[in-house]
């Protein structure tokens, strides 16, 4: 009875809505001594509740049908009647629910990730990055005209630096994704100790713990993409008036070399790591070196505690 207990306890702590599920169950089972199908209780449960009971075993099948494995668990759990203790390695209440708030993704970010994914197609697409790079030459092709290519280049790679750090430190919620942290670690504890106890029992619910919070490595991710989106969406058309700029031809006869730090005197289109030309390596060391600045000046933290 005990295995079935903890069972139906973690079931009514994930969800409360299963004591309800339970009830509909014990009730119609007469108790627990008669047999049931889905078609009679389906009108109450939802098919993810009756999937829980069965995957939890509170519901064993027989035959075409099934019935409750300990319906004195069930009743015990429906009257309130504790059956298990909490011990102190139980992940903290708060650390456990976590996954339970909504998604911080509002319509203007996915607007935003949308906006992104058509602007890829400026790699591809000569019409898009004829669109694009003609646009972003109305703010930079000034700044182009007074200072040297190379130079336009550092300076953009430093504004999106900048853009990029402050976008993660306002949007990513450092708070819930070092919930996450702790909740994974807490379970990891958990199943260590349980090893060295070799308490089977515990090894089984931390086993259903650790595939409930699978939903975390999504929430984690969620939180992660949601800086990068907007980062995309405002560096890529940067990025495509560069290529714009080099590849089609608008830069100026006389600046189409540059005598670039360990390699000398190249051509913007020149190869420099296996097929990645000059431009494109001038403009990510230059943006990941003054990121990197910005936040050590600004001691913005871009990573969970």
């Known amino acids: 009875m005990a295995r079935t207990a903890d069972k139906i306890e973690s079931l009514i702590a994930d969800d409360s809505g ?58 015990a759990a429906l009257d309130d009647e504790p ?4 011990t102190t390695t139980d992940v903290d209440t708060d650390v456990a629910d976590v996954d339970a708030d909504e998604s911080s993704w509002t319509k203007w970010d996915k607007l935003a990730a949308v906006g992104a994914g058509g602007l890829f197609l ?43 750090t402050l976008l993660q430190a306002n949007l990513m919620d450092m708070d819930k994704m070092s919930q996450y942290q702790e909740r994974m670690k807490a379970i990891q504890e958990k199943r260590k100790e349980a090893k060295e106890r070799g308490d089977d029992e515990a090894l089984e619910q931390i086993r259903d713990e650790q595939m409930d919070a699978m939903g975390d ?44 730090p360990l390699i000398g005197e190249a051509r913007w289109t020149s190869k420099i790591l296996g097929p990645m030309q000059l431009w494109i390596v001038w403009y ?14 600004l001691n913005i933290q871009t990573t969970p505690t």
């Open 122 to 164: 400026g790699y591809s697409q000569t019409s898009v990055r004829d669109v694009v790079g003609g646009t972003v030459d109305i703010v930079l092709g000034p700044i182009d005209a007074v200072v040297p290519f190379y130079l336009v280049v550092l300076t953009v790679a430093l504004l999106t630096g900048l853009f990029t």
């Open 284 to 297: 990510f060391l230059c943006s990941m070196s003054f990121t990197q600045l910005i936040r050590k000046s």
């Open 83 to 86: 059956t298990t203790t909490v």
């Open 18 to 75: 299963m004591a309800d599920a339970l009830a509909v169950v014990y009730d119609r089972t007469d108790a627990g001594s008669e047999r049931i199908a889905w078609a009679d209780v389906n009108d109450e449960l939802t098919s993810g509740q009756w999937g829980r009971l069965i995957e939890k075993d509170v519901l064993e099948s027989v035959g075409d049908e099934f019935r409750l494995s300990d319906p004195d668990a069930v009743e």
């Open 217 to 260: 490595q999504l929430g984690m991710f969620k939180e992660q993409f949601r800086p990068m989106v907007w980062t995309m969406f405002f560096t890529i058309p940067v990025f495509l008036w560069i290529y714009w700029m080099v590849l089609d031809g608008h830069v100026s006869t006389g600046e189409w070399t540059i005598v670039a």
